[in-house]
């Protein structure tokens, strides 16, 4: 599974600065809603959860078998 947590843009000359121990915002925080993907076909939605020191995926919908199915 795909679960893109959020994106951002940065400028040439902020990447150039990157190190190990750089952080990067990005546009999503907890609570946001997001989207799980395999092969690019969105099969659950959720929103981002905070548990503890790290980051998890609270599922709120599951997107049936049939809507799944992309037409050829």
Do not use: Y
């Not at 990157?18 to 990005?26: A, G, N």
């Amino acid at each position: 599974p795909s679960v893109p947590v959020g994106t951002t843009t940065p400028k040439l000359r902020a990447l150039m600065r990157l190190s190990q121990v750089s952080v990067l915002e990005l546009d999503r925080g907890v609570d946001e809603p997001m989207e799980v993907k395999i092969n690019d076909t969105v099969i659950a939605k959720g929103e981002i959860v905070s548990v503890g020191d790290k980051l998890g995926i609270s599922v709120t919908d599951i997107v049936a078998p049939l809507e799944r199915v992309k037409p050829a």
